[in-house]
């Protein structure tokens, strides 16, 4: 019987899910959110493979994503807080602009429908895994683009763009920010790593309280996985600045695309 089925399914893959491969993937997550980004390529196929057994939609698999790797982000943000200190009050425009790009993104997500936003998962885990790999040259290209001037206004029109995509789905949005912060003339690795930190802790924070709100969490998951996440931050924050990043966002990268490729093998499956 297909429901007996399923509920065999189901007794087989939340212990598995909830004791073994969703806490290792949610920890890591939070480790590679700091150091380079990208925590969703191990953290949401987790979620979903999971969750999907039990019924639940794939924008609420991201939705919960977003909610637990969120603390990750805030301890990040207390590790790099003697970077970010000497800023003050300059820092409330960036905020603002990524809460402001973060809520779009999340708004836009909660109108998505779950078939629709299964089609579009291994379209947006290639462009973000793409972006990890441009981002070995671009890099080199970004020093010498500004002149050694700061862009502030396109600084911070360009992180209300970059904000919706991080609102929405978030894995490498911490290249895109690096990048948009590279093109505006910021180029020291670690202030671009701690402002990095401050707008991703806004614009995932932003939409994170929107989904709670709209009810759109799965508590089950979520709290093991944000407790681990932070974890995972906190250390990755601390030990930072002594890890090779161009082998972390090749790691990263190669992740994307067997993610990629692994939820394209799925949608041609159900197709």
């Known amino acids: 019987m297909p429901g007996t089925l ?38 949401l196929p987790a979620l979903i493979s999971g969750t999907t057994v039990l019924g639940v939609g794939a924008v609420t698999a991201q939705a919960t994503n977003t909610v637990a790797l969120w603390p990750g982000q805030l301890t990040s943000l207390v590790a790099f807080r003697r970077q970010l200190r000497g800023y003050g009050w300059k820092l409330l425009p960036l905020a603002i602009a990524s809460g402001l790009g973060g809520e779009i993104g999340g708004q836009l997500l909660m109108r998505t429908g779950n078939q629709r936003f299964r089609q579009m998962l291994p379209w947006l885990l290639l ?16 020093a ?4 050694g001037r700061r862009y502030e206004m396109l600084l911070l029109i360009g992180m209300v763009v970059v904000s919706v995509y991080v609102g929405y789905f978030g894995a490498g949005g911490g290249f895109l920010v690096m990048s948009l912060l590279g093109i505006c003339g910021v180029h020291d690795i670690h202030e671009m790593n701690a402002l990095k930190v ?17 009810r ?3 508590w089950q998951f979520c709290l093991e996985m944000a407790v681990l996440a932070a974890a995972g931050g906190y250390i990755a924050a601390r030990f930072s600045p002594k890890v090779n990043q161009r082998a972390m966002r090749w790691t990263v990268a190669g992740i ?7 939820f394209f093998l799925q949608n041609a499956h159900r197709g």
């Open 6 to 43: 399923d509920l065999d399914m189901a007794s087989f893959f939340l212990p598995l899910l909830k004791f073994l491969w969703l806490p290792v993937a949610s920890f890591l997550a939070g480790i590679l959110n700091t150091i380079a980004g990208g925590g969703s390529f191990l953290s």
């Open 256 to 262: 994307g695309l067997l993610t990629a490729g692994y």
């Open 198 to 214: 401050l707008t991703a802790a806004v614009s995932i924070g932003i939409p994170a309280l929107t989904f709670i709100a709209a």
């Open 216 to 218: 759109r969490v799965e």
């Open 144 to 147: 010498n683009l500004s002149g």
């Open 127 to 142: 462009f973000a895994a793409v972006m990890f790999i441009l981002s070995f040259p671009i890099g080199k290209w970004l």
